[in-house]
């Protein structure tokens, strides 16, 4: 998530005139398309707020989400290359990263599918890297968006039971009166492993060895981005 974050990323934001918050919420609801209404797009985002993301989207309307959305995907990319062209073995990182993404089963799945289907930016092996985490990224997260509907988990709940609890459910939009935390662990760790289970479907496209290859050079890029100020 470094890149969406970094300030050159916002400032993009700011030369189409939208807030952060409207550039993120049309930036990953916006590959569904210029007509797609409010409600549809917060039911394929999942977790965050529908009044949150009408706000988002109504105010992204005069850039066009669509536009946004290769806006965003062209600040990964051109993250990616500033940060992840020296990464060692990236051409291999991209080689490998590519077959877990094709792999990947769409049904479900709306943001993921397409932001894969999306035209890709013209860019170096560590723009592509860049690229290639971040939708397997959004896989992960609609894959857990699933579970989490098999496990009986709402989107309030899912969030109050992640890592970052209520502070996330407040980014998100969402309201206090927040549910108990301790009364949505149990579901939510079944719904981690059932979501880690979709999600391996697609690194069966790799030998054993290849994913661990692909684990170990993608944990290094992390920590070299960790590292850097």
Known sequence: MAWSTNPHTLRRARLLELSGWAFYIAGRGGV???DARPD???????????DAVRAGWEAARKAGPSSVAASRLAECARWGSEHLESLPQVD?????????VAAADGVA????AAARAMP??????????????????EHRAAAMLLAAQACGLSPVEA?????????????????????ARAATLRRYHFAESLADRICGRAWSALAPAERRELVTLVS??????????
């Open 32 to 34: 569904l398309g210029d």
């Open 40 to 50: 549809t797009v917060a039911a394929a985002l999942g977790v965050i707020s529908p």
């Open 92 to 100: 291999r990182v991209v080689q490998l990263a590519e077959r877990v």
């Open 109 to 112: 799945m709306p943001i993921f």
């Open 120 to 137: 890709q930016p013209d860019t170096t092996s560590g723009g592509r890297v860049a690229v290639l985490v971040h939708l397997l990224h």
């Open 159 to 179: 969030l109050i039971a992640g890592p970052d609890g209520e502070e996330e459910a407040l980014t998100f939009g969402w309201q206090p009166p927040f549910p």
């Open 220 to 229: 290094e890029a992390a920590q070299m981005v960790r590292r850097r100020p």
